[in-house]
């Protein structure tokens, strides 16, 4: 038998003073209770418990025993808190991965955030356009830009990824402003080179119930936002870029949205972790935020 379970009866049988008092409180039997106390005496090799037809009594053995039980009691339940405390306070290090736009000016700020209200907390972020291997690479969770293969892992889905198209004031003086999505076949378009794939060379956009591809052309291609905006705001072609990396630009003026009547691209966007894994509280606390902040609506 399990000893801490009869160390258990054991200090229940002698403080409700009987065997039927104390398996009522435990949840067993009487006779249950009887064989824990035996199999502590069968150790001990002396009785615990002096027992009459009328009353039971400590022995001398069994009053000492008691008391010590009743510590090692309260040290394995002391014990069990704290290893429910570390399960539910978010502590050590996470390893993440997050497209490399996304991260740097969406993703940021979130986890500072999250660092801020979780001090023992870690995180290990790694931004890269290519698709990690979460299993393989030892990633606990990562946010996923584009449509999904079939897989083992759980996908939460993500408000979708918005895009717009803008471009410098000067470039419009210079080239004229797009009226509709297929002038931009005339227009210089800047491209995106995926670290897996080649830029998007057919962009698409939709007005009400209708949608219009258009393939358009471009001589630069970037896999890196920044140096394409360096290359928009210095007014050298029109850019199809995030939302939230754009804004500031066109917030300040330096960019002019385009196409305003239209709907840009957008692009699925999911948190992905695998299936199996034993959510710890750090990783069920960032998914858990995670899905509040760019959940979707």
Same mark, same amino acid.
């Given at each position: 038998?399990?000893?801490?379970?009869?160390?258990?009866? *054991?200090?229940?049988?002698?403080?409700?003073?009987?065997?039927?008092?104390?398996?009522?409180?435990? !949840?067993?039997?009487?006779?249950?209770? =009887?064989?824990? %106390?035996? =199999?502590?005496?069968?150790?001990? #090799?002396?009785?615990?418990? /002096? $027992?009459?037809?009328?009353?039971?009594?400590?022995?001398?053995?069994?009053?000492?025993?008691?008391?010590?039980?009743?510590? +090692?009691?309260?040290?394995?339940?002391?014990?069990?808190?704290?290893?429910? +405390?570390? /399960?539910?306070?978010?502590?050590?290090?996470?390893? +993440?991965?997050?497209? %490399?736009?996304?991260?740097?000016?969406?993703?940021?700020? *979130?986890?500072?955030? &999250?660092?801020?209200?979780?001090?023992? %907390?870690? +995180?290990?972020?790694?931004?890269?356009?290519?698709?990690?291997?979460?299993?393989?690479?030892?990633?606990? %969770?990562? &946010?996923?830009?584009?449509?999904?293969? @079939?897989?083992?892992?759980?996908?939460?889905?993500? =408000?979708?990824?918005?895009?717009?198209?803008?471009?410098?004031?000067?470039?419009?003086?210079? $080239?004229?402003?797009?009226?509709?999505? !297929?002038?931009?076949? /005339?227009?210089?378009?800047?491209?995106?080179?995926?670290?897996?794939?080649?830029?998007?060379?057919?962009?698409? &956009?939709?007005?009400?119930?209708?949608?219009?591809?258009?393939?358009?052309? #471009? $001589?630069?291609?970037? /896999?890196?936002?920044?140096?394409?905006?360096?290359? @928009?705001?210095? !007014?050298?072609?029109?850019?199809? #870029?995030?939302?939230?990396?754009?804004?500031? =630009?066109?917030?300040?003026?330096?960019?002019? $949205?385009?196409?305003?009547?239209?709907?840009?691209?957008?692009?699925?966007?999911?948190?992905?972790?695998?299936?199996?894994?034993?959510?710890?509280?750090?990783?069920?606390?960032?998914?858990?935020?995670?899905?509040?902040? &760019?959940?979707?609506?």
């Amino acid at each position: 038998m399990d000893r801490l379970t009869s160390m258990g009866a *054991f200090v229940m049988a002698a403080e409700s003073g009987s065997y039927a008092s104390a398996a009522e409180r435990l !949840g067993l039997s009487p006779q249950m209770v =009887a064989k824990h %106390v035996a =199999a502590l005496e069968r150790r001990l #090799g002396a009785r615990l418990l /002096n $027992r009459t037809t009328r009353r039971q009594s400590l022995t001398e053995l069994g009053s000492a025993y008691y008391e010590r039980c009743k510590h +090692i009691l309260s040290e394995a339940q002391a014990a069990d808190s704290l290893a429910q +405390i570390m /399960n539910d306070t978010p502590r050590g290090k996470l390893k +993440i991965s997050a497209p %490399v736009t996304f991260g740097s000016y969406s993703l940021m700020p *979130f986890v500072t955030e &999250f660092l801020r209200q979780h001090p023992e %907390v870690e +995180i290990d972020l790694h931004l890269t356009d290519r698709f990690v291997d979460l299993v393989e690479e030892g990633y606990e %969770v990562t &946010f996923r830009i584009g449509p999904l293969a @079939a897989s083992s892992l759980t996908a939460k889905p993500l =408000a979708p990824y918005r895009l717009v198209a803008c471009a410098a004031p000067s470039y419009l003086t210079d $080239r004229g402003v797009p009226q509709i999505p !297929g002038d931009l076949k /005339n227009h210089e378009c800047l491209g995106y080179a995926y670290w897996s794939r080649p830029a998007d060379r057919e962009w698409v &956009f939709c007005k009400g119930s209708a949608v219009e591809r258009v393939q358009v052309v #471009g $001589r630069l291609q970037v /896999n890196e936002s920044k140096a394409l905006l360096s290359a @928009a705001l210095d !007014g050298f072609g029109i850019v199809l #870029g995030p939302e939230d990396f754009l804004e500031p =630009a066109l917030r300040s003026g330096e960019l002019v $949205r385009l196409l305003a009547d239209y709907e840009a691209p957008s692009r699925q966007m999911h948190l992905l972790y695998t299936a199996n894994r034993q959510k710890t509280a750090k990783l069920r606390r960032f998914i858990d935020a995670a899905l509040a902040r &760019f959940g979707a609506p």
